[in-house]
Every structure is written in C-alpha cells, then in structure tokens.
C-alpha cells in the first residue's frame, strides 16, 4: 500500500506530502484546486508519459515520491524479477521477521509525520519501496526504484504489480469492444493464462513461417529472380576475384603510408645518422671519449669502474644502433611503380567496402549471405514447397489452440457475466441482462474470436452492445463493478478512483459509496470524489485547496477530523455551508 506522496514543484505545488491510510481514503476540493496534480502525481510514480507543462513555473526540476510499504512475499518474488531485494530479505518477510529498514532511512532524509505514519508503523516488518520520478524542463525525466535507476517501461510492469489507476477518461475505453478480450482474458486469468501462451507460441510459429515465404520468393516472378539470382553471383565472383585477407588491408595503408613519405623517412634517418656519427663532436665519438677517461680514472678508483663499465654498455649499445640507421637508410628503395600497385589495390578494396561492407569481416558476411540467397533461389520450389507444408501443419496447430481457447474463454465468461450482474445488483442497477457474445473472425494475435460486452440495463429493453445502450451514470457503474471484479484476481493493494462518480446522484451515488466502503476494507482506495455520500463512507478525508500570497499560488492537502469534515460535507451538499447543511453532514457521518 502506498503510505507516502511526496511532490515538489509539481504545477501548483511547490512542496506538499500526503500520507494515505489504509481502507478508503477521500479527496475532495473545489474544482481547480488541485485535486489532478495529486493523481498525477501517482500517474508518474507509476511509469506514466511526462509532460513539461506539470512542472512548476520558473522550475528547472520537479519530482513525485511515492513510498509503498507491506509488501507481500508473493510480490516480494515479483521484485526480485526486476533485481530489488534478495533470498534471504523475502525469506525474513515470510517469516515475519521483524528488519530494521536501514536501506530506506539512508535513501530518505525527509521527516515523516509521525501521527499520520501510523499505518506504516504497523508493517514495520515489511520491505519497503521508494519509487521516485524526476523531471525536468527539457521535458526529460528519470525514475529511480530504492535509490537505483529504471527505464520507464520497466517502471510501469513493476508499478502494475502494486496499483491500479481509474482514469477520468477509462470509462471510454471500454465503449471500444477490442478491449473486451482484455477485460475477460484478466477476468480468468490464473485459469487461462497457460491457454493463451500455447495459442500465441503456436500463432507466432505461423506468423514466422509466413514472413519466411513472403521473404523467400520476395513478391517476385520469376524473370526477376533470375535477375535477382545473376546479381548475387556477379557479386560474389566480385568477392572472390578480390582474394581478400583481413590482414591485407592493414598492411597495404601501412606501406602506402611509408611510400607517400620516403623522402621525409630518408631524410629523418640522414640527419640522425649525421648526429650520431659523421658530426663534428658527434655523439659516438663523445661517448667513446668519456669511456676511455673514465677507464684512466678507473685505475685508481674502483667505484668510477663500475660507472665505466654501464657507460661503455650504452658505447657498444649505441655503436649497435648506430649501424641499424645506417642499414635502415641505405636499404630503403622506394619504387614508384610499388607505391601505384599499393594504390590500386587499396581503391579496389575500398571499392568492395562501399558496396559491400565498412571493413573485410563485414564484405565476408555479406559474401556468405548472398551464396545463401543464391542457394535458396537455386532450391525455391523445394523450399516453398516445405514451408507450405509447414505452414498448413502450424496453422492446424494454431487453429486447434485457438478453439480450446475459445471454450477456455466462454466458460470463464459465464462466471465472468454472474459476477458482473451481482456486482451492478449492489450498485442499485436490478433488472440487468449482460452477456459476452463471441463472433468468428480471422486468426490474429488474440484469438479466432471477437468479444462483445452486451448490456440491458432496463427491464423489457433489448440487450444490446455495451457502447451503444451505456449512460455516464451507467458506464461509472460498470466500471466500478468490474474494478471491483478485476482488483481480486489481479492482485494491486491499491485501487485509486479519478471521480468515478461521474453521472450519478441519489440512490445510485449511495450505492456506489457503499461498493467503495466495502472495497475499502479489502483494499486501500484513493478516491477523489464530488459526491457527498462518498465522501461520508472515507476512513479518512482529505482536503485540497488553494493558497496564495503576492506573488504565487499554492496547492495544499490536509487531513479532515471532526468540525473539518462536517463543513466539508455541507459544503458538498449544497455548493455552500449553510446550517442545514452541517444537520446533514452530521446525520450523514453519523451512520
């Protein structure tokens, strides 16, 4: 469960904290004050697209932190996936050890509340995870998982684990009837996950071997292969005539190199040759001068013979050397004739290394590709003709995984299609007839079946496509009915609910905080709301407003007890707090 938001120069905020409880929690607010940029926030934390124009006026950065505490050892195992947490750490939780959670005192500094903390107290032995996304004005962002860094999309598949997000905009998705499948495949998803890796394994076989046999004949007839066909072996007589060595190139740039700058070389080697022996005071002669001084000095003191002897090594050394230049220089015979036949064999490598690859490793590569190309053209009927044979045995096989998990599919959508009607019962919609209908259609990745939510909502109407019959009101319902439904098989500890109250009012909205209410003591629900009979159901009550001073305006949340609450709710009541509205408040939190 999420037991910390922390937001910092998110839009209106320039610093704000919020501390979720466990069960129902409650957002209220006047329209404009902030309540998106909290659900943003969360958005973010959970992998969620970033735009620049969240960031705070006058900003270089911003960040959102969430902190997620009693983590079960199922989802422990999950993380582990991801390289959070070890053996022996899951192995604590599941014994319920308690482990001082050293690792999170060192990532976060920040003061924590202590009163407002007191769910986190209770799950003490639980792992803890900090997840942090900063951004920046560059419209650039990070995410960071206990202080180590993520790629967004990992971000997101970890974040799935722990939340689910109602959007504002999701009711609409489900007017779209491609989602359908979706809906039902994570309905009956411990039943029929295995179904739908056979039937995908075995449909992207049959993809594969598809694009093979486009690939093979390449949409051509067969005057164009055997144009095809005589390029390629142009091309390799090419390769071949080449004689090409990996080290050739190398040794060919060297010589070339050597041969453009003889004269400098000869030249060089002269000079140095001129210093060393045929100067004036050149260094051979100096150097042997000293040693036959040191030799004379050496009979009378047995250290300068010691000396003597390492000068006269570097004597001979240099005498060694000496004779080298010298042989160096006098060997050199530089052919103009060599120096064109190094050019012209260089321009024809690099000829083959514009046509056929950056260096002689990558032209025998594509040497080895084409005589493959050529064999598979020289052999195009058997091949074809193979993976025609293959094809029409793995589509059999797709064909059959995909009618087992057509059946897979509507048993689960009898179970599916209960649950739903119960689920709407409570939520003040008694006379509904739902039912999923399956239609035929081409093999895809999905299956061999269109899914269709079909829905009555009124006794006597015709059951009709969910998109086609559906009020606002009526598609708020929906969705928290099949929240409710898909929360318990998917797993999230966290539920949050972005207005999805939207169309409804009276006994309708009384029965949806009472959907919520009873969510709540399974689940922990973030919940932004304008109806004051869901507001009334909260464990605890939130309040966002606006503050401003001379220069800025500012985002701020707190916590409602008592007095707060009631006018809170009056003001929900009635757009004002009147008297009667507190009577009613009073009355309404009292049940």
Do not use: W
Not at 160 to 182: G, P, V, W
């Amino acid at each position: 469960m999420i037991t910390e938001l922390y937001m910092e120069n998110c839009a209106l905020v320039d610093q704000l904290t919020y501390y979720p409880k466990k069960g129902l929690n409650i957002i209220t607010g006047e329209t404009g004050s902030g309540k998106s940029i909290i659900l943003e926030s969360i958005r973010l934390c959970m992998g969620g697209k970033y735009d620049s124009t969240f960031l705070r006026k006058g900003s270089k950065k911003g960040s959102a932190e969430i902190t997620i505490t009693d983590i079960s050892p199922e989802i422990l195992t999950e993380l582990k996936k991801f390289g959070l947490f070890d053996e022996e750490e899951i192995a604590n939780v599941e014994n319920d050890i308690d482990i001082a959670d050293e690792k999170n005192n060192s990532i976060k500094k920040r003061e924590v509340d202590k009163e407002k903390s007191l769910d986190q107290a209770e799950s003490d032995s639980s792992k803890t995870l900090i997840v942090n996304r900063t951004f920046f004005q560059d419209g650039k962002s990070t995410a960071r998982v206990n202080g180590r860094g993520f790629l967004i999309s990992e971000l997101k598949k970890m974040m799935s684990l722990f939340i689910d997000m109602h959007a504002q905009n999701q009711n609409q998705s489900l007017y779209d009837k491609d989602t359908h499948i979706e809906v039902l495949d994570s309905f009956g998803k411990e039943t029929i996950d295995e179904d739908i890796h056979k039937y995908k394994d075995s449909y992207n076989k049959l993809v594969s071997s598809n694009s093979e046999l486009k690939r093979l004949r390449g949409n051509k007839n067969q005057r164009e292969l055997e144009r095809e066909i005589d390029l390629l072996r142009f091309q390799i007589t090419e390769i071949d005539g080449a004689n090409l060595s990996e080290e050739e190139y190398d040794e060919l740039i060297f010589l070339r190199d050597r041969y453009r700058n003889s004269e400098k070389i000869f030249e060089s080697l002269s000079k140095a040759f001129f210093e060393l022996k045929d100067d004036e005071g050149n260094v051979e002669d100096r150097l042997g001068n000293a040693v036959s001084e040191l030799d004379s000095a050496s009979r009378y003191d047995s250290e300068v013979n010691d000396v003597k002897n390492e000068v006269e090594e570097v004597y001979y050394t240099l005498q060694e050397s000496i004779s080298k230049v010298r042989n160096i220089r006098d060997s050199l015979d530089f052919e103009p004739s060599e120096l064109e036949r190094i050019e012209e064999r260089v321009d024809e490598i690099n000829n083959l290394r514009r046509k056929y690859g950056d260096n002689i490793a990558e032209i025998f590569e594509y040497r080895e590709k084409i005589a493959k190309r050529v064999e598979e053209i020289e052999n195009l009927d058997k091949l074809t003709k193979e993976l025609r044979d293959r094809i029409e045995k793995e589509k059999k096989i797709a064909l059959e995984d995909g009618e087992k998990l057509r059946e897979k599919r509507k048993e689960i959508a009898k179970n599916f299609e209960g649950r739903i009607i119960d689920e709407l019962a409570s939520l003040d919609i008694k006379n509904v007839q739902f039912m999923t209908k399956f239609e035929e259609k081409s093999m895809d990745e999905k299956g061999i079946d269109d899914v269709e939510f079909f829905i009555s909502f009124n006794l006597g109407e015709d059951i009709k496509p969910l998109n086609k019959v559906a009020s606002g009101g009526e598609m708020s319902r929906f969705m928290l009915a099949l929240k409710s439904i898909l929360s318990t098989n998917e797993g999230q500890s966290t539920l949050v609910f972005d207005e999805i109250d939207t169309g409804i009012s009276g006994l309708a909205a009384q029965a949806v905080a009472d959907k919520l209410e009873k969510l709540g003591s399974e689940k922990q629900i973030i919940c932004v709301t304008h109806l004051p009979q869901i507001a009334t159901v909260g464990r605890a009550h939130y309040k966002v407003y606006k503050e401003s001073d001379s220069e800025r305006t500012y985002t701020r949340i707190e916590e409602l007890v008592g007095d707060e609450r009631q006018v809170e709710v009056a003001r929900l009541i009635s757009g004002e707090v009147t008297e009667k509205g507190i009577q009613n408040a009073q009355e309404m939190l009292s049940r």
